[in-house]
């Protein structure tokens, strides 16, 4: 049975994938694609990190699977894994990439989205979209810049440098956001908005051990019946099928990137009975996982 590799801090990953960083600085990390050793092998199959990361490809460095998409090595683009992601890298012999790449600790996220809710409509944040976006020259050229000043701020000055850091990584993530915004219409930022915003962080964190919308409520202080009002007036959704919605869109990862089962799946997602993940899958997706796998 194969099984997913974990990460839970940035230093085990950096010796894992023998990545040249420094000791990270109040949970941050960064580092060039220039400094990486001749002839790295920048590759790694079905892993989770626990921490947030965002690349910058200025040229093709690696092709990347998040959760089901697969995503062709490509330049131009910057991309954004959140801690519940299922990742495969796999960076082809014959390139080199030109870029950066920014390792971010849960804290420094939580502060950000909570003092900058334009941020709300990021990859970073909102799950429904794409982890990847590709960037128009001068977009490119911006956030390039934006990079290079982390990257020098965090190797010249280290710890001394991290209010610095911080206000050009709220800056990094502001341009996103506004480029997010240029495609798509905001809503008012109201309570219900707000409230189901955080629904989707929370089981976006916990849908692994967290089977009913009863159990979000109890960590975000809410009664389950407020809670599955608010989020389905706001969405049109069932709180529940939003639920059962990350878990499904899990198991299509796992059944894309691991060997294992259906029924080992449905126990790695924590479902009690096989049949019923069995179930809910086909009425989700529309094939079985084995149809799925195969198709």
Known sequence: MSFVTQFSSMRDYAERMKLPIRPEVDNFAIFDFADLPPLANVSLTSYQQHFFEITL???????????????????????????????????????????????????????????TRSLGISPLFDPTRSPVISLTSKLLHEITDIFAQLYYEYTEYGAAGKTIL?????ILLEKVARHCASTTKLPSVSRAA?????????????????????DIASEMNVSPKYLSEVV????????????????????????????????????????????????????????????????
Request: with cysteine; glycine share 4%; hydrophobic share 40%.
């Open 57 to 115: 490809e200025i040229t093709p460095m690696c092709s990347l699977q998040v959760d089901a998409f697969h995503f062709p090595a490509s330049g131009h683009r910057i991309s954004f894994i959140r801690p519940s992601c299922l990742l495969s890298l796999q960076q082809p012999a014959d390139i080199t990439g030109r870029g950066f790449t920014v390792f971010i600790g849960q804290k420094i996220i939580e502060e950000l989205f909570l003092t």
């Open 194 to 214: 707000e409230l189901t915003a955080n629904f989707h962080r929370f089981c976006q964190r916990h849908f692994r051990t967290h089977r009913t919308v009863k």
């Open 232 to 295: 389905s007036r706001t969405t049109g959704q069932k709180a529940l099928s939003i639920l059962n919605r990350y878990r499904i869109d899990h198991a299509k990862a796992l059944l894309l990137q691991t060997t294992l089962s259906p029924t080992e799946v449905a126990y790695h997602l924590n479902f009690e009975h096989p049949n019923y993940f069995f179930t809910l899958f086909k009425q989700t997706i529309g094939l079985t996982p084995r149809q799925f796998r195969y198709m």
């Open 166 to 170: 911080r206000a050009y990584l709220g």
